[in-house]
């Protein structure tokens, strides 16, 4: 398996403009997580679905961000209007139930976006 | 926002010595993790111990658990420079979600 994929890994933008960041999860998994890592605030879980529909946003931050999966092999986080305190490196995750409901993730490298 | 608290922040060994992370986290949790990321990478799962599990070994890591103190740790025995990284503890729930702490930067000198 190729594992999860994440594009661009690179997004440098200006400030006001949309990003879009995109993430294939493992196939087989019905979980999908989205994070953001940044030095000040470690890393934080902003939103995770599971069989492709939203089970908790309540880490995204605000009205700017937005997430979807429109199916089992695709996600994306948007961002409209970016600003520069979006700057961080956004990573996506998959997992699947292991044993006794305990269930390991598997990151994606990550997006590092940058917000001029 | 992050449940768990990592002891040290930061770590400073030689190569052939042992390095001992804590982690304490703040609720009920189905299983612990921890992960290791490198530089400029994602995080890669290392071990998981359940609830009802007090230690398990993995090669060269060793993991405690202890739930009445809610708390963690993972052992790296003979560490190499390789082992150079951070390493994150995570509160796993029986539905997917995972609580990570803040991580501990691990330096092996060689």
């Known amino acids: 398996d190729a594992g999860v994929i994440q594009s661009p890994r690179h997004e440098v933008t200006e400030m006001g403009q949309e990003v879009t960041l995109r993430c294939k999860p493992i196939?087989?998994?019905?979980?999908l997580f989205w994070y953001r890592q940044t030095m000040m605030r470690g890393l934080e879980l902003l939103i995770y679905?599971?069989?492709?529909?939203?089970?908790?946003d309540s880490g995204m931050p605000e009205d700017r961000f937005s997430a979807k999966m429109p199916n089992a092999s695709f996600s994306t986080l948007k961002i409209q209007p970016s600003e520069p305190r979006d700057s961080a490196v956004y990573f996506c995750?998959?997992?699947?139930?292991?044993?006794?409901?305990?269930?390991?993730?598997?990151f994606g490298p990550g997006t590092r976006l940058t917000v001029t | 926002s992050q449940q768990g608290e990592e002891d040290p922040q930061a770590l400073s060994i030689q190569e052939g010595e042992n390095a001992t992370m804590n982690c304490s986290y703040k609720?009920?949790?189905?299983?612990l993790q921890w992960y290791r990321q490198n530089s400029g990478r994602g995080l890669v799962h290392l071990i998981l111990?359940?609830?009802?599990?007090r230690e398990k070994h993995s090669g060269r890591l060793r993991v405690t658990l202890d739930t009445s103190k809610k708390s963690s740790s993972l052992l790296i025995t003979a560490s190499r420079a390789a082992d150079t990284a951070s390493y994150f503890c995570?509160?796993?729930?029986?539905?997917?979600?995972?609580?990570f702490g803040q991580g501990t930067i691990l330096t092996v000198h060689p």
């Open positions: 609720t009920s949790i189905n299983n």
């Open positions: 995750a998959s997992s699947s139930p292991g044993t006794g409901n305990a269930y390991e993730q598997y």
């Open positions: 995570a509160g796993g729930t029986s539905y997917g979600k995972l609580t």
């Open positions: 196939s087989g998994h019905d979980y």
């Open positions: 679905f599971n069989n492709n529909v939203p089970i908790d």
């Open positions: 111990i359940r609830s009802n599990e």
